[in-house]
């Protein structure tokens, strides 16, 4: 199964917290990491994103899940 999140709609187009990355990347991406066959990161319509938006955002998941 594939999952697709957009980050624009969730987010806007400006992504910049990265505190709410860290949230969003606990409750929305994490759980479907072993549940799906391919989770998706949608950044269409995403003009600005600082490093610790997507740091808080993928590094944690890369860590615990490996690169798949």
Request: charged letters at 20%; hydrophobic letters at 45%; a negative charge.
């Amino acid at each position: 199964m594939k999952r697709e999140l957009s980050l624009s709609a969730d987010f806007g187009a400006h992504l910049a917290d990265g505190t709410a990355a860290a949230a969003y990347r606990v409750t929305r991406i994490e759980p479907y990491v072993e549940m799906c066959d391919e989770n998706v990161l949608n950044f269409t319509g995403v003009r600005q994103a600082n490093s610790s938006f997507i740091n808080a955002l993928i590094a944690g998941v890369v860590e615990q899940h490996g690169a798949k």
